[in-house]
């Protein structure tokens, strides 16, 4: 089965924080689209858009990226038939955590971090997926341990305690 993520923008002004995401999608080699539609601009056309997304037969995961009061996420995720995720543009949103009943967004504030959920999400329909999660996990655990090791190197003065 085919996978994609389809980043929904409400507004071209976001354009640094896409490029975080797109810049996290690549890394796990996810298949993205960016559409830009503003919920309270036109509607009707965001509607017709997640019409359309909701007659594919492909594995979707829709992130959401909009300030202010982000009517994007709410109406998103209670239209569409595949999961979405909150990341708005300006931090902490209270409005992405607040949508109401019906309307069943993730949220993620970090879009560094929406790479790695939208594999996740997908490592059961692609093992490809499944390896690049562990691939990034052990970069992350050898990193650390690299730096425990300078760490220790610099700040024990030399002498080693039993542990």
């Known amino acids: 089965m085919d996978q994609r993520v389809v980043i929904m923008a409400g507004s ?52 959401a990226v909009a300030g202010g009061t982000d009517a994007l996420s709410g109406t998103l995720s209670f239209h569409a038939l595949h999961p979405v995720i909150s990341c708005p543009p300006d931090g902490s949103n209270e409005s992405c955590l607040t949508n109401p009943p019906g309307s069943s967004n993730a949220y993620i504030a970090n879009a560094k971090n ?32 690299k730096s425990d090791k300078e760490f220790q190197k610099r700040f024990t003065g030399g002498s080693s305690w039993e542990v």
């Open 12 to 63: 071209e002004s976001d354009r640094p924080h896409i490029e975080k995401i797109i810049e996290s999608l690549k890394y796990f080699e996810i298949p993205f689209e960016v559409r830009i539609c503003s919920a309270h601009k036109n509607p009707d056309t965001l509607l017709e858009i997640i019409r359309d997304y909701n007659g594919l037969s492909i594995a979707i995961v829709f992130i």
């Open 114 to 145: 929406v790479g790695k959920f939208a594999a996740q999400s997908f490592a059961h329909l692609d093992p490809r997926y499944r390896k690049l999660l562990e691939q990034y996990n052990r970069e992350k655990v050898n990193s650390l341990e």
